[in-house]
């Protein structure tokens, strides 16, 4: 009988600790096709896990903005969102604005991104960078810096999975 109760008890146990989810950093990308990310942040949607912006995340890797849930969606003192108005190639082979693509793309940002980029004239060819304290008074820190910054030099740095691993466990508590 306490076999069959320990048992009970584990699964239960189990089966209330719920799903894990994971952690996606994002860094160094510099965006691409719109419709690429689009169907790239449908699944990281779907999957539940949290992203950390650590770098530079430019064009069309800002969907991220507008595809994840604001409450999975933190940024390090590292994090710079890059944007501008969507573009095709002419007939020249040269950038030519496409107007319903930057709709498209703007249509999908949060309304605090909205107004910052309105702020400053829209999106246009030119990039427009979001950092620092404006950022960081948009979303949620990641705490890694700070993380980093605690390790003894001796010790040096945690593998970068290590960190994101732990990182993960203070985001969702």
């Known amino acids: 009988m306490k076999l069959l109760t320990g048992l009970l008890t584990a699964v239960v146990l189990i089966a209330c600790m719920g799903a894990s989810h994971a952690v996606v950093r994002i860094a160094d990308d510099r965006g691409g096709r719109i419709g690429t990310y689009v169907d790239k942040y449908q699944d990281l949607r779907q999957s539940g896990d949290t992203v950390i912006i650590d770098g530079l995340c430019a064009s069309a890797c800002t969907i991220v903005l507008g595809a994840i849930p604001h409450d999975r969606i933190c940024v390090t003192s590292h994090a710079t969102l890059g944007f ?9 082979g040269r950038a030519v604005t496409n107007a319903e693509a930057t709709q498209m793309l703007y249509a999908m940002y949060p309304s605090q991104v909205k107004r ?4 400053r004239g829209g999106l246009t060819p030119h990039m427009l960078f979001l950092k620092g ?6 979303y949620k820190p990641c705490y890694l810096d700070a993380q980093a910054s605690a390790l003894k030099p ?3 740095s945690l593998p970068q999975a290590e960190q994101l691993e732990s990182a993960r466990g203070q985001l969702l508590h």
Not at 84 to 92: I, Q, R
Not at 116 to 119: L, P, S, T, V
Not at 133 to 138: A, F, I, K, N
């Open 154 to 156: 001796s010790r040096g």
């Open 133 to 138: 304290r404006q950022l960081q008074s948009m």
């Open 116 to 119: 910052w980029i309105n702020q």
């Open 84 to 92: 501008h108005a969507a573009w095709d190639f002419g007939t020249n």
